[in-house]
Structures are given as C-alpha cells and as structure tokens.
C-alpha cells in the first residue's frame, strides 16, 4: 500500500510538473499573437487585436476561454477581418481574466503585485475587458470579445484590457476549474509604447 501511494503521489506531481510548462508555454503563444497584432496594426495602418473567445455560438470555436485570433480593422467596411484564425492555448491552460481597462483592476508595467480574485476550483470565468467587434471574415456580428487593441502607430488603443493573465487549469462545458494560483503567467502591454511583456508569478508577490 506504501509503494502505491507513493506512486500514485510521483504521478500527480508528474502530472503538475507537465501542466505548469503548458501554461509558460500559452503564455508564449500569446505573446506571438499580440506582437502579430501589433504589427499588423502598423503595416496595415489601421486598428488590430488580439480576441479571446468566450463562448460558442456562431464563428467561434467549440470551446470557450482557451482560443484566441488576431483580426484587424477594415476601414473601408467598418468590419473587421480575419489576420490569424482561432488558434488553442495548450492542454492546461486557459485564459482567466484580462486585466486593466473597462474598470478592471491591473498591475501595471512597473507597478504592484497583482492581487488573486480566485480560489483553486471550478468556476464562470466573467472578469474581462471588453470590446464589440462585427468580423466579416468569420461571419460574427456585433459580438462583445475580450480583446487587447493596437492602434496603427503600434501603440496600445482604448479598447478592451491592457493584460492577459493565463492560469493552469481545464475547461469543462463552459467552466473552467483552477488548479494552481501559483502557475498562472501574466501577457502585458504598456499604454504609451505598445511594448508586450511577460511576467510570471513570482514578479507580482508582494516585496
């Protein structure tokens, strides 16, 4: 009984230990998605952001709180058009919140420790900032998407939050179930450059 519960202990840190890189590893990915919308927001002189979905209804994908696009503004059209379709964040991670604009709290670059909001287990992820985008390039209409922006000079725009905070965890019918609050990383943006960082937990604890 010793020798299994002793293996059964290795597994589920096996099993932790795979988890925490998937979400370093979202964390990358997102990163990659706003640098592409920030550049595609500059060389198409235009507006450009980087959407998470949050539901499932028509031309979004089957799952919510783990997918993200890139899209980018036709001004001809008023409509926005598809840059990088929805792409998934990698088994054990999702998005938990955005942070910053649409009275969302927010450490910023530089700032304080960012403060928890949750508890380890299952729940209705709700806390982000939005924005309503009408997508022509995957027939969305007036859809209300949690969204970090860029303007055509690079810089951040007034849209939606200014950070993307990614937690180790699963989605199950529309409820994400937390696992750790010690493996979540945090994408953020700085509103007068447009600069994309990554910070990891230990950045946010208090001195």
């Excluded at 938990?96 to 304080?112: C, E, F, K, M, V």
Aim: proline share 5%; aromatic share 8%; hydrophobic share 35%.
């Amino acid at each position: 009984m010793a020798i299994i519960g002793m293996m059964v202990g290795l597994s589920a840190l096996a099993v932790s230990g795979m988890r925490a890189p998937a979400v370093q590893h979202a964390a990358d990915q997102v990163m990659s998605g706003l640098s592409l919308a920030r550049q595609v927001a500059i060389t198409k002189n235009t507006q450009a952001a980087l959407l998470i979905a949050t539901n499932t209804s028509s031309g979004f994908p089957s799952e919510p709180y783990r997918y993200w696009s890139v899209v980018y503004l036709n001004r001809s059209s008023t409509q926005w058009m598809l840059a990088k379709d929805w792409e998934a964040l990698p088994n054990g991670a999702f998005f938990l919140d955005t942070r910053g604009q649409s009275g969302a709290s927010y450490s910023p670059i530089g700032g304080n420790p960012l403060s928890n909001d949750y508890s380890v287990g299952t729940f209705m992820p709700n806390k982000y900032a939005t924005s309503t985008f009408t997508i022509n390039g995957t027939a969305i209409s007036s859809a209300t998407i949690p969204c970090i922006q860029f303007k055509s000079d690079g810089t951040k725009a007034s849209g939606g939050g200014e950070a993307i905070r990614i937690a180790q965890g699963s989605i199950t019918s529309g409820n994400a179930t937390l696992t750790s609050l010690n493996q979540y990383y945090v994408v953020e943006t700085d509103n007068r450059t447009g600069r994309i960082r990554m910070r990891a937990p230990d950045s946010y604890r208090n001195p």
